[in-house]
């Protein structure tokens, strides 16, 4: 049988001038903002849904408020089965929107992520039913990692990488994909903001802590545990863990917006603002690898919303 197309589109390398000049080093940006569903998140959870309904899968459930939602309920529409999509009570409408206009079914159980997992791991039960992790998952690192390949074959070798964190689905596929190219050497920056620092705590830990509750503005960050498998990876790869304010992210967000005609979310904000910020960690490094994962929960009246949450308007 001929192998199915992937689902994610390929993105493009950005050579930015406006980011060079900020950081005084040359800047690569990896576009997962131009998914069409706003970020990268449909590498990972299309390869797990194309490969469950490969197996036999007929129905697809996911938790999440967020991209990885959104990504399963598009990663079905263009399978051809239904979705069903858990989410928390803290899910803005504009979402739930835009899971249902992809033709999913949007549940809402549970005040948290975590309630809502529960809840998506009891319905998908069933044998035909496929659950999608929105982080915790091999297929979904090896999805991810996908970036990295089409990076290399855009672009140089970087210096440094640099990377949000969450669950730590995304910093597990890329350093999967860092390994495959033959760039282990290639340091990871890890990039979390102020109360969604999980990855930053376990770390500092030496092993996973699970966070009392998110406090950023930066919901997507917001997972309270990262996966087991993101501190076995950053263990044996070079990694540096950095953790920014939600002012800096939503400063950053605002400054790429004007700089790139580009919205995204805090989440990748975070990330952005390690390089506006001129971090010293990415000195000497060039080309610095950004990846700009996006975020569909992104709109020009949220990006005023966060700017007054910040104090910057
Ligand atoms: C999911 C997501 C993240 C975090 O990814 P993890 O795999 O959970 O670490 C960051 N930014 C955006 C836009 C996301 O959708």
């Given at each position: 049988?001929?192998?199915?197309?992937?689902?994610?589109?390929?993105?493009?390398?950005?050579?930015?001038?406006?980011?060079?000049?900020?950081?005084?080093?040359?800047?690569?940006?990896?576009?997962?903002?131009?998914?069409?569903?706003?970020?990268?998140?449909?590498?990972?959870?299309?390869?797990?849904?194309?490969?469950?309904?490969?197996?036999?899968?007929?129905?697809?459930?996911?938790?999440?408020?967020?991209?990885?939602?959104?990504?399963?309920?598009?990663?079905?529409?263009?399978?051809?089965?239904?979705?069903?999509?858990?989410?928390?009570?803290?899910?803005?409408?504009?979402?739930?929107?835009?899971?249902?206009?992809?033709?999913?079914?949007?549940?809402?159980?549970?005040?948290?992520?975590?309630?809502?997992?529960?809840?998506?791991?009891?319905?998908?039960?069933?044998?035909?039913?496929?659950?999608?992790?929105?982080?915790?998952?091999?297929?979904?690192?090896?999805?991810?990692?996908?970036?990295?390949?089409?990076?290399?074959?855009?672009?140089?070798?970087?210096?440094?990488?640099?990377?949000?964190?969450?669950?730590?689905?995304?910093?597990?596929?890329?350093?999967?994909?860092?390994?495959?190219?033959?760039?282990?050497?290639?340091?990871?920056?890890?990039?979390?903001?102020?109360?969604?620092?999980?990855?930053?705590?376990?770390?500092?830990?030496?092993?996973?802590?699970?966070?009392?509750?998110?406090?950023?503005?930066?919901?997507?960050?917001?997972?309270?545990?990262?996966?087991?498998?993101?501190?076995?990876?950053?263990r044996r790869h070079p990694t540096e863990s950095l953790v920014v304010s939600d002012r800096e992210?939503?400063?950053?967000?605002?400054?790429?917006?004007?700089?790139?005609?580009?919205?995204?979310?805090?989440?990748?904000?975070?990330?952005?603002?390690?390089?506006?910020?001129?971090?010293?960690?990415?000195?000497?490094?060039?080309?610095?690898?950004?990846?700009?994962?996006?975020?569909?929960?992104?709109?020009?009246?949220?990006?005023?919303?966060?700017?007054?949450?910040?104090?910057?308007?």
């Amino acid at each position: 049988m001929k192998p199915r197309a992937p689902l994610h589109e390929r993105t493009p390398l950005w050579d930015s001038l406006p980011l060079a000049e900020a950081c005084g080093a040359r800047v690569l940006l990896k576009m997962e903002a131009l998914q069409p569903i706003g970020s990268f998140k449909l590498r990972g959870l299309g390869a797990a849904a194309s490969d469950a309904v490969e197996r036999g899968a007929r129905r697809l459930v996911a938790s999440s408020g967020g991209n990885a939602g959104l990504a399963a309920a598009y990663s079905g529409r263009m399978l051809g089965v239904p979705v069903l999509v858990v989410v928390p009570r803290t899910t803005p409408e504009a979402m739930r929107a835009r899971i249902r206009a992809e033709g999913a079914e949007v549940v809402e159980h549970g005040a948290a992520w975590d309630d809502a997992h529960a809840r998506a791991l009891e319905l998908a039960r069933d044998p035909a039913t496929a659950y999608l992790h929105p982080f915790d998952d091999p297929r979904i690192w090896t999805g991810h990692a996908t970036l990295v390949d089409e990076a290399r074959e855009q672009g140089p070798k970087p210096g440094a990488v640099v990377v949000a964190v969450g669950g730590g689905g995304l910093c597990c596929g890329l350093i999967e994909g860092l390994e495959r190219a033959g760039w282990s050497d290639v340091p990871v920056l890890a990039v979390e903001t102020a109360g969604a620092d999980s990855f930053a705590r376990s770390r500092a830990a030496g092993r996973v802590v699970e966070l009392e509750s998110i406090t950023s503005i930066a919901t997507t960050l917001g997972a309270r545990r990262v996966a087991e498998e993101l501190l076995a990876r950053t263990r044996r790869h070079p990694t540096e863990s950095l953790v920014v304010s939600d002012r800096e992210a939503v400063e950053a967000c605002e400054r790429f917006a004007a700089d790139h005609r580009v919205l995204v979310e805090p989440a990748c904000g975070a990330a952005l603002a390690a390089i506006y910020c001129r971090l010293p960690f990415l000195e000497g490094r060039s080309p610095i690898l950004a990846v700009v994962c996006g975020g569909a929960g992104a709109s020009p009246e949220l990006l005023a919303r966060w700017k007054r949450a910040v104090g910057l308007a």
